[in-house]
């Protein structure tokens, strides 16, 4: 800083430079462009932690074990929900409580860990199944009793109790992912940032954290073929920075802030696809009950009279979003048609003050993304009408999701948190986080009720859709009653892509990158 | 009254420069702005009103609104306060505690010299930015941590221009003068040294109240300098950052004080610097 004066850098200098690094910066994309080829350039909202699919932290994490990985099936593209084979030739429900599966022949690990076989299969599942290993997953087969061998290449899938996500929230996602038993084993059990034993029609070939993660064509996959030699994914986790990247080219595919989809429809960038699609995900404002003051349920429900979750909305997603009822989209079934608490800042000001925490401070974590600071400031303004002072401490995503797991220390401090999950098209998959077992893991909350675990065991074997409905409204009931939370939105998905891709997207607009093709 | 002479004389020598009168005209607006913002702003900083969001420039809005309907022109004159007094606060106190470092490097014993020199220099081999970060992180967003950002970053440079004129002037004759007479190190420094060494770095400083200001401005920027709804020219560009497209105003609203602060500061301290020293003039 002052010692510029002591130096010969002059004015003029420092000009010069500046302005031949810009020339270059723009000479040196242009170049890069044309020497690319087949390269997909992908942005991803969160950049990788882990990639082992029974420890996956986020869904851009699964978008990669989904192709690197070979699962038993996988989701497929389209408006309707659906799935494929994958590592499977076949895969069949004989009964309620049994699948057959027969593997295909060629499908291979790397770094000579030899051919995926029936005893892959059984290992991985029950990995994620047994609750010695805590995968956050477990509860995607809460009800696997066993995986029978068969032989070298078939076997079976015994369930104790029938299971209804089984084929919408289990099987078509990374908990259905197969890894090398040998792989596994040797690396201690887990998988890190650098996979081994590699299966499916891509390979990491280059992770570069907060820089991009770089997937190649797996030259020994024999079956459906991806569309790009190369997929590059780069960790934005700005949706508004990821638009700007797009419209400079870096980018042939992003999602894009709520708030944009209206403009962009209207004045879509040159040979550019705007799609909105109805989201699954949900967002919600949660209170943290085993830290003080949200440990007193008066506090937990006055704030929840205290938040105008409308404007809250209103203001992060410029009115292109919807206030949300719970945690369980419209269309799913389990959907709730109305709140158990409104808007009623008097009477939240009021039990404020009886509580005797009028004036104290809290601290609200967020993600660094814009429409959650525009929440979260909402929401102080809200807090603070009542006399709550809130201080808005903002994460980038690396620190946010650990915020609330146990083997961070701050999970004993944490009072307020933004967040949002991404959902797959069955209502178990919406409640599974917020089990008393998941506190400490997905459940920042520490909500806890008995009933509720009940519930979100018997909502899985249950076939029954009439059932299952009262089931899901009546978990929802419970998590507001508890005071925890506040459901804001489920959003609306914006996705941009270059009109020469032919993007592979899910109902929701999740991408399946193994089946985007240029177009 | 001689001192205010005296300091009138200067004022006058400044503005008889056209770069000092312009440098010096901002840094007064920025400053009485700031100081007067509470009269000046026509809405509380922090207030919402999603109603009036995206409101352009206007009679009731001067700046415009920005995203959560907060009026700019209030935000910008509350956030001229944040940036001074942390421009100032923390300019200050790396001066003083430079000042002290370089005076006892440059007079003290040859091996607390080499300590505090290898202190120095292990700070300043630290990319600003990275520091910054790095310090945020750790003790989390907040002015104080804006503020110990800027003294770590900006002491050493302060505490060795200090140490090489003390180095310099320990030798001279008035100091070697006054040790014969008995005077002891505190009186050396405090009365034979440091008011010789003191001007310079004085204008110094005012040349790097810019670069505070966007320090404090860029962490702001980023989400790791004050913490929201307090009013940052910073976190005004981050707001209009994201919505640049439709509603350019609050890049506009964000960047101009930091524009005008910067160039008014320059101007002011690069006159002042040529005033005292013209044989500097020109070379930076």
């Known amino acids: ?519 | 009254m001689l001192r205010l002479a005296k300091i009138w004389r200067i004022v006058r020598r400044i503005v008889r420069e056209p770069l000092g009168a312009l440098g010096l005209g901002l840094v007064v607006l920025v400053v009485l702005s700031a100081l007067f913002a509470d009269v000046l702003a026509s809405y509380p900083p922090t207030k919402l009103s999603p109603a009036d969001r995206f409101a352009p420039a206007s009679f009731q809005h001067l700046l415009g609104t920005d995203h959560i309907g907060r009026d700019l022109f209030s935000r910008v004159l509350y956030g001229g306060r944040i940036a001074l007094s942390i421009a100032l606060g923390a300019t200050g106190a790396s001066l003083v505690i430079g000042i002290m470092l370089g005076l006892i490097a440059g007079y003290g014993p040859r091996w607390l010299d080499n300590i505090l020199l290898l202190v120095f220099d292990a700070l300043k081999s630290f990319p600003t930015v990275i520091l910054a970060l790095t310090l945020v992180t750790i003790t989390g967003p907040s002015l104080m941590s804006v503020v110990l950002v800027v003294v770590l970053v900006s002491v050493p440079g302060y505490a060795r221009i200090i140490r090489t004129q003390t180095l310099v002037l320990k030798s001279a004759e008035h100091v070697m003068a006054a040790r014969s007479m008995g005077a002891g190190s505190a009186r050396i420094l405090t009365v034979h040294i440091l008011p010789n060494v003191i001007g310079p770095i004085l204008i110094l400083a005012s040349m790097d109240i810019p670069v505070v200001v966007a320090i404090e401005a860029g962490l702001s920027f980023l989400g790791m300098g004050v913490r929201p709804p307090t009013p940052s020219w910073g976190s005004i560009l981050n707001d209009g950052f994201a919505n640049i497209r439709d509603s350019y105003w609050i890049v506009v609203a964000g960047g101009l004080p930091i524009i005008l602060t910067t160039l008014g500061f320059t101007f002011l301290g690069e006159t002042l610097r040529d005033l005292f020293d013209p044989r500097l003039k020109g070379r930076v």
């Not at chain 1, 978008?63 to 069949?92: H, Y």
């Open chain 1, 1 to 519: 800083m002052s010692n510029i004066a002591s130096t010969n850098l002059s004015r003029r200098t420092v000009l010069a430079g500046t302005g031949a690094l810009g020339l270059a910066s723009l000479i040196y994309p242009a170049r890069r462009a044309q020497a690319a080829g087949s390269i997909l350039k992908v942005r991803s909202y969160s950049d990788i932690q882990i990639l082992d699919p029974a420890f996956r932290l986020a869904a851009p994490e699964g978008d990669i074990t989904n192709v690197i990985f070979a699962g038993l099936v996988v989701a497929t593209a389209g408006d309707k929900w659906g799935w494929r084979p994958m590592a499977v030739e076949t895969i069949e429900q004989l009964d309620p409580l049994t699948i057959s599966f027969k593997l295909r022949d060629g499908i291979g690990f790397t770094d000579g860990f030899g051919q995926m076989t029936a005893e892959d299969v059984k290992f991985s599942i029950e990995r994620i199944a047994d609750p010695k290993n805590e995968s956050p997953y477990s509860g995607d087969w809460e009800t696997l009793k066993e995986v029978e061998v068969k032989d070298k290449l078939s076997g079976l899938i015994h369930l104790k109790e029938a299971f209804a996500p089984l084929w919408t929230s289990t099987l078509p996602t990374p908990s259905s992912t197969i890894l090398s038993k040998r792989a596994v084993t040797e690396a201690g059990g887990k998988l890190g940032v650098e996979p081994v034993a590699q299966s499916g029609p891509y390979l990491l070939k280059e992770w570069l954290p907060k820089q991009r993660t770089v997937l190649v064509r797996n030259p020994d996959w024999k079956y459906e073929q991806g569309g790009y030699d190369e997929i590059h994914i780069h960790p934005i986790e700005d949706e508004k920075t990821a638009e700007l990247g797009y419209e400079a080219g870096d980018l042939d595919y992003t999602w894009t802030s709520v708030s944009s989809i209206s403009r962009l429809k209207e004045n879509p960038p040159a040979d550019t696809t705007v799609v909105e699609k109805p989201s699954l995900a949900f967002v919600w404002f949660g209170m943290n009950k085993a830290v003080a003051p949200f440990d007193n349920p008066d506090v937990r429900r006055a704030v929840q009279y205290a938040v105008d979750r409308k404007a809250v909305v209103d203001a992060a997603y410029f009115g292109a979003a919807s206030t949300s009822t719970g945690i369980i989209a419209p269309g799913l079934i389990g959907h709730r048609e109305k709140n158990l608490y409104d808007y009623d800042p008097d009477k939240a000001r009021e039990m404020i003050e009886a509580a005797g925490v009028s004036g104290q401070t809290v601290v609200l974590d967020i993600l660094n993304k814009t429409e959650r600071l525009t929440a979260a400031q909402v929401i102080q303004a809200n807090l603070q009408d009542v006399g709550l002072n809130v201080e808005i401490k903002q994460n980038d995503s690396g620190t946010f999701w650990t915020l609330g797991s146990k083997d961070n220390e701050y999970h004993k401090k944490l009072q307020m948190v933004v967040q949002r999950f991404s959902m797959q098209p069955d209502p178990s998959w919406a409640t599974e986080w917020f089990t008393s077992s998941q506190i400490g893991t997905w459940n920042w909350e520490s909500f806890d009720s008995e009933e509720f675990d009940k519930l979100v065991v018997e909502g899985k074997i249950e076939l029954d859709d009439a059932k299952r409905d009262v089931m899901y409204k009546k978990m929802q009931d419970l998590m507001e009653e508890s005071g925890c939370y506040v459901f804001l939105t489920h959003e609306v998905a914006g996705v941009m892509y270059r009109n020469s891709v032919a993007a592979a997207l899910k109902p929701n607009g999740e991408p399946v990158f193994a089946e985007f093709k240029p177009a």
